[in-house]
């Protein structure tokens, strides 16, 4: 009942944020356009030789003004989405450095800054202006908490967001996400403060040092990219943001040899692979069964049905290849859900795949391994799948 009233509350916020996002959409848009002639005709006026020269320096003022307007608008428009912007495969790693750079040179010295990235990042698809736009702003907020100095923390890594997470958190895809991170150990906010950080507008800040635009910027930002952010936060105990963008790649690829790579746990579960091949069949039954499995084979769809429609009780995890003769690793995935809506399914398949494996998983598999299997892979993946709900 807690998770359902807790998704409840973030459905209907959303929705709060959707309708505000039309609203402020439409002002900007208007005025976007209003502010355009203003700025027009006073750079038309600014051309006439005979203009005095108190003409021109008020109508500087009203171009200054009109530029500040224009400016406001666009952060408006990037809260409803309506901002343009221009996708393209981003490393976010670089960004983070850059701003760290940036910030050094700007923010009070008694503000130290931590990057902790990880290594070998997915690709994001992002608005290279926009994600430094996003970043800028966390920073600067995070230094406006830390009057007296603190550490702001710049984190980066790569994340799967299972299923699990995802009934908790609505409207989120399960998938591979690339996190980001900025943190500090200033102020902090109460939850009455912390469920109207977003809105446009909302400041608690004094007049003229915060218009309330920047976070209802990220959160547009954000939602434009197809990501998600969360905020957490504790009066005293800071504050940290975090944003999960959609990778581009799955880093399936590990690297070949790595011999001092630990061989991670096994177990005493059984596993039914389903394969075509009898020589992937026999690998990865090697492989499972040194991890100390019990392993069922089944060498197509409709095999596989049989065998678990039997033997379900002992079932714990099925490895499903994608590409069978007959009924399609797609199907049987949908028979063994109809069967048992709570069987836990990998799907394995050699096809390098991106698009296709986030299909899969969100169709009901937990996760996706590549073939020909990795053993520390898949021992990995599969003993992670056991241990998720
Ligand atoms: P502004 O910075 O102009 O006030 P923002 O949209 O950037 O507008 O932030 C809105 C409000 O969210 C801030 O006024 C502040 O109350 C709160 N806030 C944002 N980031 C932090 C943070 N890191 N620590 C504490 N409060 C924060
Ligand atoms: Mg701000």
């Not at 495969?89 to 800054?113: C, G, S, W």
């Not at 635009?213 to 197809?226: C, E, F, N, S, T």
């Not at 494996?357 to 990995?380: M, N, Q």
Request: glycine fraction near 10%; charge should be negative.
């Amino acid at each position: 009942v807690t998770k359902e009233m807790m998704l409840q509350k973030q459905l209907v916020w959303s929705q709060k944020m959707e309708a505000v996002g039309i609203l402020a959409g439409g002002i900007a848009h208007d005025f976007n356009n209003l502010l355009q002639v203003i700025l027009g005709y006073s750079q038309i006026i600014l051309q006439r030789e005979a203009l005095g020269d108190k003409a021109k320096a008020d109508i500087q003022k009203i171009t200054s003004a009109g530029r500040n307007g224009a400016e406001l608008v666009q952060r408006l428009l990037a809260f409803s989405r309506k901002a343009e912007s221009h996708l393209r495969p981003v490393d976010v790693n670089p960004h983070a450095e850059q701003l760290k750079n940036i910030l050094e040179r700007t923010i009070p010295k008694m503000i130290q800054i931590r990057l902790l990235l990880g290594k070998n990042i997915a690709t994001i698809k992002a608005d290279p202006s926009q994600l430094d736009q996003i970043l800028m702003n966390l920073a600067l907020n995070a230094s406006d908490a830390m009057p007296d100095g603190g550490t702001l923390t710049i984190e980066t890594g790569n994340v799967f967001l299972d299923n699990s997470y995802c009934q908790t958190h609505a409207g989120v895809l399960p998938g591979q996400y690339v996190s980001l991170g900025v943190s500090d150990n200033g102020f902090g906010m109460d939850d009455t403060t912390r469920e109207h950080i977003f809105e446009p507008f909302f400041t608690t800040k004094e007049t003229g040092k915060g218009t309330g635009l920047g976070l209802a910027m990220v959160y547009g930002i954000v939602k434009q990219h197809g990501g998600y952010i969360t905020c957490e936060s504790e009066p005293g105990q800071g504050t940290q943001f975090k944003i999960y963008f959609p990778a581009v790649e799955i880093p399936e690829t590990v690297p070949a040899t790595k011999p001092e790579e630990v061989i991670p746990k096994g177990g005493i579960e059984t596993i039914l692979l389903v394969d075509d091949e009898a020589v992937l069949r026999d690998m990865g039954g090697e492989i499972l069964g040194q991890g100390g499995y019990t392993v069922l084979n089944a060498s197509n769809g409709a095999q596989a049905l049989e065998i678990y429609m039997k033997e379900r009780q002992r079932i714990s995890l099925v490895i499903l290849d994608l590409v069978m003769p007959g009924m399609s690793g797609k199907r049987c995935l949908e028979e063994l859900l109809k069967i048992d809506p709570t069987v836990k399914v990998i799907v394995a398949s050699g096809l390098s795949v991106d698009g296709h494996s986030k299909t899969f998983i969100r169709e009901g598999a937990r996760r996706f391994v590549s073939k020909p299997y990795d053993v520390t892979h898949l021992l990995k993946t599969v003993r992670d799948v056991l241990d998720a709900n």
